[in-house]
């Protein structure tokens, strides 16, 4: 009896994966021009505007346990990253600065004046430099696994170790086998080695500038993650209006590993209006 409940579990675990990356793959592709690159995104759902940033090298399916709760209460916009994905990538140098204007650029093409914003990785670090440098922008940031520094106050060594180890090969061969009609082949030493600076040099924002976001942000990270507690601490301590959940028992994914209790606290965070909590 245990284990044909089990595998009726397992099998109802593995049809909701399929369904969502289904919903993903169905849905329409459309490109905006955006400055010097094509960017691609989708579209799911109604409401105001929630736009998903993923993390570095990934795309835009690695919100396929988001994308169908969030789109029941948002119409949700899922990009794909300046390089990553199917959106183009030119010979300019690769900053976050220049991702976030990306995004604030589609969002003009869209007719859209301000949006929440969930990001991960790289697109939580995005979220932070338009909280900074946009604020009528965006209505609310949730930033997981995000870091506004790169040293190993922030960063677990090990990790900056694997970063600077990247082969140019193995990356064609990832890069190849995970972005689905992937349209910078020619340029993937190119992209490979910037993305290699970025990550190792960038983001470089200071606790003043953390001072300065005004939006609501809720920090979001594993307790076993690679960003360490203390630097996920010190972002929730210092933006204006500061949330944040430490995820038991999870790594750098709480959204993909703990995805059921990650899309209920973001959906929460995101429907109540923000009330600041007296700490005495």
Known sequence: MIKKLYALLLLALISTSIFAQTMID????????VDDIKMHYKVFGKGD?????HGSLESMSDWDKQIPDFSKHFKVIAVDNRGHGQTTFTDRKMDYALMS????????????DSAYIVGFGDGGIIGLYIGLNHPDKIRKLVAIGANYKVDTTAVYGQILDKVKAWDDDKMFTFVRNNFKGYQNF???A?????????LLTEPNLTIPDLKKIS???LFIAGDHDIIKIDHTN???ENVQKGQMCIVPDAKHYPQKEKAKIVNTIILDFLSKKYVKISRF
Request: with cysteine; hydrophobic share 50%; proline share 5%.
């Open 101 to 112: 204007e990306d995004v604030i650029a589609l969002m003009a093409q869209l007719k859209i």
């Open 49 to 53: 505007p929630l736009i998903l940033l």
């Open 186 to 188: 020619g340029q993937i």
């Open 215 to 217: 939006c609501p942000a």
């Open 26 to 33: 169905t849905a329409k592709s459309q490109f905006a021009k």
């Open 234 to 236: 010190a972002m929730y």
């Open 190 to 198: 190119q992209f490979t080695q910037r993305m290699k600076t970025m």
